[in-house]
């Protein structure tokens, strides 16, 4: 077992009679990353904000790299870095200058930092680009060069606050390789995100909040789980069709676990889609029923929030 890096205990923030964080409490192994998966609004961005000692917590605390971020702000700072939601950069300067700034804030100067400054540059690919204003990015070259600034001071642990929000499908895919890339030369991540997929493409565990709360917490096969590990698979025929004998004849096959008739199709419930299509197939001849489209969905993290929730991730 890995060496715990961070723990949260009872972390709590309150605004007057609203409760934005509620008695948080989770660890991050060294190694590992973390996702807070929630929609807008559950309480993410203050949950990171009072990890790095930039909001105090009404109640509650949290060691990071053994030290805690009540009574030991300073240490904790230079144990982790942040990557925050809204872009912490000035537009008039170059990346090199924002670094350079950012660095002195940490004490970093002269040959070293400018040798991290080029290796941070290299790692979001700006080398290039590093002596242009920041005005002249683009949204997704902000974020990488944001991303920088987070990795200036060798951090321990890196937060990243939705990382991905407002930028094209391109720049996002370019930041998630690179998130990646972290990942595997062993960087340790506490990143939030209101995007199942991405979630569910870096984390070794999630912990699933809402309403401030954490409603679920554990890796991702844990919480698909909760759901049961059943695919859903929605055949639809031609319209009008008869479906009333065909569910009952599905249900009939071995490995169906339930089939529901649904209007010109049969909702079917199976532990493994692949291999019970071949006789669903075969079935449906049978019946001479002409298929006219299937939807497989897998459980997934969209589907755990649903069934803690009711609700959908995104709405
Ligand atoms: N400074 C503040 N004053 C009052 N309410 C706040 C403040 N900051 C955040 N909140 C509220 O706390 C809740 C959690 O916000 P936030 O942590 O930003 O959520 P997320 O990052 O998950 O979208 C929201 O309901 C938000 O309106
Ligand atoms: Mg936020």
């Known amino acids: 077992m890995q060496e715990t890096i961070l723990r949260a205990n009872g972390l709590t923030k309150r605004y007057g009679?609203?409760?934005?964080?509620?008695?948080?409490?989770?660890?991050?192994?060294?190694?590992?990353?973390?996702?807070?998966?929630?929609?807008?609004?559950?309480?993410?961005?203050?949950?990171?904000?009072?990890?790095?000692?930039?909001?105090?917590?009404?109640?509650g605390d949290a060691m990071i790299a053994g030290q805690s971020i009540l009574s030991n702000p300073q240490a904790v700072k230079e144990a982790i870095g942040f990557v925050p939601q809204d872009l912490a950069l000035y537009q008039s300067l170059n990346a090199r200058q924002n670094l350079a700034f950012w660095g002195a804030m940490y004490g970093m100067r002269g040959s070293e930092l400018n040798k991290r400054m080029d290796e941070v540059l290299e790692q979001v690919n700006l080398l290039d680009r590093a002596k242009d204003r920041v005005e002249t990015y683009s949204g997704g070259m902000k974020r990488r060069l944001n991303i920088a600034v987070g990795l200036l001071h060798r951090p321990k642990l890196l937060f990243m606050d939705e990382p991905t929000v407002g930028i094209d499908p391109q720049s996002r895919r370019r930041i998630l390789d690179m998130v990646q890339e972290l990942i595997g030369a062993g960087m340790t991540v506490l990143y939030t995100t209101h995007y199942m997929e991405e979630a569910e493409e870096l984390s070794d565990r999630v912990g699933i909040i809402d309403h401030g709360k954490l409603i679920a917490l554990g890796t991702q096969s844990e919480l698909r789980q909760l759901v049961g590990e059943h695919d859903r698979m929605l055949l639809s025929f031609e319209s009008g069709a008869e479906t009333v004998g065909l569910a009952t004849a599905f249900q009939a096959i071995d490995g169906v676990l339930n089939a529901t008739a649904t209007e010109g199709g049969v909702i079917v419930s199976v532990a493994n889609s692949a291999e019970m299509l071949p006789h669903l197939l075969t079935v449906s001849g049978n019946h001479n029923r002409s298929l006219r489209a299937i939807e497989i969905s897998e459980p997934n993290l969209e589907s755990v929030f649903l069934h803690l929730t009711g609700r959908a991730l995104r709405e």
């Open 17 to 59: 009679e609203s409760i934005a964080v509620d008695d948080l409490s989770f660890e991050i192994r060294q190694g590992e990353t973390f996702s807070l998966l929630g929609p807008n609004g559950a309480g993410k961005s203050t949950t990171i904000g009072m990890l790095c000692c930039l909001l105090e917590p009404t109640s």
